[in-house]
């Protein structure tokens, strides 16, 4: 087995059946890579949809990998797929489980080419919050700010 050299953060979410799909997810993920802390759950409102849905519920897993960016996120749609996800045109539709990288070390984020870290990293709180809980020493590339601060910022303005 090859060293797994990049530490990273994905983001989840689903909001059909995540009492279901978040541990089935949370296995796969488990099975396939390192993974070294999970944070609690948060619920929030479906964003960005005209149409009413399901509450999303929403939580960061912390993992080590060796697959670059573009593997990684490749591996994460496979999982997403596994669990039920059928992608639409509506890129906000309600879904069984979406996995994004939300953030990856140095040496990460030097294989993603600018996907890393991803833009909503620090303007949504169900991103930011548990990804904040479970590595807070992280330090954002564009900021040079640890996300525990970023996160009590984002708390303070609340």
């Known amino acids: ?7 990273v953060l994905l983001s989840l979410g689903s909001n059909i059946d995540p009492d279901v799909h978040v541990p089935a997810a949370l296995a796969l993920l488990d099975a396939r890579f390192a993974v070294s802390a ?11 949809t005209s149409t009413p849905q399901p509450a999303f519920v929403n939580l960061a897993v ?5 697959l670059p960016y ?5 591996a994460c749609r496979r999982i997403e797929e596994a669990c039920g ?27 993603a080419g600018g996907g890393v870290p991803d833009p909503e990293l620090l303007t949504r709180d169900y991103v930011l919050l548990p990804c904040a809980e479970i590595w ?3 330090v ?19």
Request: no cysteine.
């Open 62 to 66: 912390r993992a080590r990998t060796d």
């Open 140 to 158: 954002h590339p564009e900021t040079g700010r640890t996300l525990a601060a970023h996160a009590e910022e984002h708390r303070s303005v609340e």
């Open 70 to 74: 573009r593997a990684l996120r490749e």
């Open 38 to 48: 999970v944070s609690a759950r948060m619920t929030t409102e479906a964003f960005g």
């Open 85 to 111: 996800r059928r992608r639409t045109a509506d890129k906000f539709a309600a879904r069984t489980m979406d996995i994004d990288v939300a953030y990856g070390d140095p040496a990460f984020t030097a294989t």
């Open 136 to 138: 807070p020493e992280a």
């Open 1 to 7: 087995m090859r060293e797994r050299r990049y530490e």
